[in-house]
């Protein structure tokens, strides 16, 4: 019989937490995930061949178990988005940074599954898009497709977010000139 390799997780556990909360946007289920994809990376990890980078292997086992998770429930409570809002669920602060704060939660909450995996993962967890492509099984042209449209949605989401009450508008001053001439040359 050979020796099993020991898997060092520990370092890890923080930034597949934060992977985790941004595909479920549940703590708890978060942790759950966690959970799952830890079990099925040590029952698997006679599969993990030398070399292989660690991070992206347990990123790539987590997204796959989020994507059975999701199948699973799909196919026995027949109904999709049942997750609540990170943000509806808390009272925003008064502070005019954690309430903006918490507009940007939700619209990054509001994409699509696929565009806010990307997202997480290059622009959160700072893998590169190689890296990122392969934790979601899919080309690097993908990837780079998905961020691209995530990026779009948010500043979509900036462009119509509440600014500060804009000043009223002063009346128009209109200046009636009469034809021919310079405007100086008029009254």
Partial sequence: MRPRKRLDVVDLVVPLRRYARALTRDPTQADDLVHDALVRALEHQGSLRGGTNLRTWLMTVLHNAFIDGQ??????????????????????????????????REAFGRLPEEQRAALHLVTIEGLAYQEAAD???????TLMSRLGRARAALRSFENRAPALPAPAPSPPRLRVVQGGGRAEDNP
Avoid: C, T
Wanted: glycine content about 8%.
């Fill in 71 to 104: 199948r699973r429930r799909q196919v026995e409570a027949r109904y999709a988005d049942s997750l609540g809002h990170l943000a509806d669920e808390a009272v925003p602060p008064a502070q005019d940074s954690h309430v903006r704060l918490a507009q940007i």
């Fill in 135 to 141: 934790v979601l099984g899919i080309p690097i042209g």
